[in-house]
């Protein structure tokens, strides 16, 4: 068997050429087949780890998908907003430990801006219910300071004491800017992995000074507030955009989930991520899978490439094959080098993607992190994609049988007789 293997890598060295372009796109394929695998497991790992110890998130009536993904993810904008009454009754409800208003709908140089209480910092948790940490500086304390996520700090150099400008509404340019109130940087906060690196975060205060001379979404013509005098106002929000809660006991969340839906005051929604995140996950599902079958189909087109080249070598080849067995070579013995030179360069082709993935995570990961907030990490191929890389080297060796089979079928005397 190791002679054979020893034959196989020398003939299939002499048709380097040849065979390096089908190597080439078998490793592609691969690539591109476990890309996809790893793309959709660490957005899976990624959305999973971005809120934990939440019970519920309320927001107004929508969807639930729609509010998990604009109220955790910043990804969208609410329908509608809830009133400060309506949340402050949620928050005394006695089955409610704690609670984190969130109001959105500002930003700072395509960062979204997050309005939000000191509570955040005390009992919003991620991943494995880990807490918030500052790398720098210290919570906000004053209406005009700011807190950044990681990314939010790095992406635009900024540091602690650092002033900034929010823009009034969500991504893209050109929009309205609040440049009569700028904030300070307070704190930057540490890597989390989550949508929190890429927000900048202020007080609720803060969210209702910068607006307390607007109307409509624009400044009131002739009109302006400055900001040493802001303090002497009522900056009570009046609404905010969403809430996450804390439940003094979990047995009781349907109860609460109950209350909150039928809230007398106005329409509201309350609902558990998990379920969102199925819900969502039931939704790009169908997305996902296409992928994979594209991919899988571009593996099968680079295999069939090795079954057109190797069949078309094989009339080149029957000399070759022929001497062989002039010198003692079986047919079975031909059947198995084909195999094995199949085998050979579908090895190295998987070899080759794996690499060429490894490269791909490192080129790629800043740009998911800063703009999808989705950690890619270089690292060992996991279980799923062990399983696939299996299933292309068994379609591989199928895919060998065919021009085995061929090379089996030639007899000795149409080798070596000339023709003419």
């Avoid at 390096?20 to 691969?30: M, P």
Wanted: glycine residues 10%; contains cysteine.
């Amino acid at each position: 068997m190791r002679h054979w293997f020893a034959l196989a890598a020398k003939s299939a060295w002499n048709r380097r050429l040849t065979l390096g372009l089908i190597v080439a796109a078998v490793a592609l394929s691969v690539m591109l087949l476990l890309g996809v695998e790893r793309a959709r497991r660490d957005a899976r790992e990624g959305f999973a780890q971005s809120v934990s110890g939440t019970d519920l998130i309320v927001g107004a009536r929508t969807s639930p998908v729609q509010l998990m993904l604009y109220a955790v993810f910043r990804i969208g904008e609410a329908t509608n907003n809830i009133r400060w009454d309506a949340y402050q009754a949620i928050a005394r409800h006695p089955l409610v430990a704690w609670t984190i208003p969130i109001s959105l709908g500002d930003s700072h140089r395509g960062f979204p801006v997050l309005g939000t209480s000191a509570a955040y910092f005390d009992h919003f948790r991620y991943g494995d219910s880990r807490p918030l940490a500052l790398a720098a500086g210290k919570p906000f304390a004053d209406v005009f300071d700011a807190v950044l996520g990681a990314e939010v700090a790095e992406q635009l150099g900024y540091r602690v004491g650092d002033r900034i400008v929010l823009s009034h509404g969500i991504g893209g340019i050109g929009l309205p800017e609040h440049a009569d109130k700028p904030f300070t940087v307070s704190g930057i906060l540490q890597r989390t992995g989550t949508p929190v690196d890429r927000t900048v975060h202020v007080s609720l205060e803060a969210i209702q000074a910068i607006h307390l001379d607007w109307q409509g979404g624009a400044p009131v013509p002739g009109f302006s507030i400055p900001a040493q005098f802001v303090r002497k106002f009522d900056l009570t929000p009046k609404e905010i955009t969403a809430a996450l809660v804390g439940l003094k006991s979990r047995a009781a969340v349907f109860k609460m989930q109950r209350y909150v839906d039928d809230y007398p005051g106005e329409p509201l929604l309350a609902v558990l991520p998990g379920v969102a995140l199925d819900e969502l996950w039931q939704v790009v599902g169908v997305a996902e899978n296409t992928l994979l079958a594209l991919s899988a189909m571009v593996v099968v087109v680079g295999l069939a490439g090795l079954v057109a080249v190797v069949l078309a070598g094989l009339n080149e080849r029957r000399r070759e094959i022929a001497v062989l067995r002039a010198v003692g070579a079986s047919a079975r013995g031909v059947f198995a080098l084909l195999m094995t030179e199949g085998l050979f360069v579908t090895l190295l082709g998987c070899a080759a993607g794996v690499v060429l993935l490894l490269g791909l995570t490192l080129l790629v990961a800043p740009l998911a992190q800063s703009r999808y907030g989705i950690t890619v990490q270089p690292r060992l191929l996991s279980l799923a994609e062990l399983r696939l890389l299996g299933l292309v080297v068994l379609v591989g060796v199928a895919a060998s049988v065919v021009p085995g089979y061929r090379a089996y079928r030639l007899s000795l005397a149409d080798g070596l007789t000339p023709r003419l």
